[in-house]
């Protein structure tokens, strides 16, 4: 589990026993958007070793020809640089998610909180 991912699971423990209010979710978006850029930082880096890989296979030859695209790409999808491509990836979906998550849930409560201080 990545460090994002602890804080999200105790940012949600924090929430469920009541003690988190629209300005400390704010301070969770901050915080997020900051590991979001880091996380596709990270992402581009991983997409061009992947991208380099997948072009130094493509210039191989198989026998006496050529490789064929599909045939690299499948080689190039078996090697660590495509694994470590698709974890950022991943990574910076979750995070793109969870921030998403967190806006809403911060609007929602802004929303009760103008209803509640009406009655």
Do not use: C
């Not at 940012?11 to 209010?21: A, R």
């Not at 301070?27 to 991208?51: D, L, P």
């Not at 499948?74 to 967190?102: G, Q, S, V």
């Amino acid at each position: 589990m990545n460090n994002y991912q602890k804080e999200y699971e105790e940012f949600l423990n924090n929430y469920k026993s009541g003690v988190t209010g629209a300005e400390e979710i704010g301070k969770q978006i901050a915080r997020w958007g900051q590991y979001y850029a880091e996380v596709n930082s990270h992402f581009a880096e991983m997409e061009t070793v992947y991208k380099k890989t997948l072009a130094n296979i493509s210039q191989t030859n198989d026998g006496a020809k050529p490789i064929t695209s599909s045939k690299a790409v499948t080689l190039a999808e078996a090697t660590d640089d495509f694994a470590n491509y698709i974890k950022a990836k991943r990574d910076k979906e979750n995070i793109d998610r969870e921030i998403d998550t967190l806006t809403s849930l911060q609007v929602g409560i802004m929303k009760e909180f103008g209803h509640s201080s009406n009655i």
